[in-house]
């Protein structure tokens, strides 16, 4: 209770702040203040947009509330923010419960990301397929030498973000065919946390977003990647160093790498005021240089292809 007390409080005080800042500051496209919902696990490609989107436009202020993806979209059905970013787009009832307060939101697609699969720099097994995950996941492969005979890592701990956040969402969906998650799944609490947990437990698998690793100028994402390796995968029924892929933009172009899902700013902003701004930065050039900085599939940018033989 007290850490969410604090939480709440932290964004607060965030909130005054920028109010001091754009004080008597009219809310335009590019001016104002408003608090927009962001699932925790795009942070780092929000961050970043934002800093950027801040300093372009110097009486603007972005207050981010960083939580899983279900209470991100309660926020925007609640009308408690106006702007979401998120990696689906609203569904059918949502945008009828809109209409019938006479609102029409949008779901504008920005970029492609990649869900990454994680495991120990001592792990042995750095390749799978589609299939074998599912079986991981659903709990009918429990043990590392299920995989290979001779590993020594003894149980397969699968761990997450937040039983709420999107990349469970699509491990269910798009993995799992909307099974259920076996009880040896449990959250860690965010991605970091899932990082965190890798690099200290051989015998972990972790999911991510791919934006916590992908950013070659970020020395945090380098300094991730010393400690842990990111899979490759296959959709092959034996997955081979030759059919199997690493998250790579290029890979994410091609849909060559199997486990991808689409990023979406949720908008709901009737008066076209900052809520659209932001938008419009985020899908314009310069947002969509930073998605591509990223390590992340741009919408609207090529991407340039280059020939990558070391490991993500």
Known sequence: MNIRIGFWLLCLISLVACKGKTSGVQDTLFSGVIRVAVDETLSP????????????????????????????????????????????PLSG????????????????????????LIVNRQNADSIFNVSTLKKIFSGEIT?????????????????FDHRNSSTVRYVLDSICGRGNLSDRCHAAGTNRDVIEYITRTPGA??????????????????????????????????????NSYQPYQYYLYTGQYPLSRDIYILLNDPRSALPTGLT?????????RIILKAGLLPATMPVNIVNVRDQL
């Open 93 to 116: 009832d949502e945008l009828e419960s809109f209409h019938s307060n006479k609102f029409f939101p949008e779901s504008i697609k920005i970029a492609t990301d990649g869900v990454a």
């Open 143 to 159: 043990r590392w030498n299920q995989l290979s005979a001779d590993s020594k890592l003894g149980e397969i701990q699968v761990v």
């Open 205 to 242: 698998m972790g999911i991510i977003g791919v934006n916590w690793i992908s950013d070659e100028q970020d020395s945090l994402c380098r300094d991730f990647r010393k400690e842990i390796q990111v899979a490759r995968i296959s959709r092959a029924e034996l997955p081979t160093y030759g």
């Open 45 to 88: 490609l929000a961050e970043e947009e934002i800093a950027v989107f801040e300093a372009q436009y110097n009486q603007t202020g972005i207050v981010p509330i960083y939580t899983s993806e279900v209470d991100a979209i309660t926020l925007l059905l609640r009308d408690s923010v106006r702007w979401v970013l998120a990696t689906r």
């Open 280 to 288: 419009s930065f985020f899908a314009g050039a310069r947002g969509q």
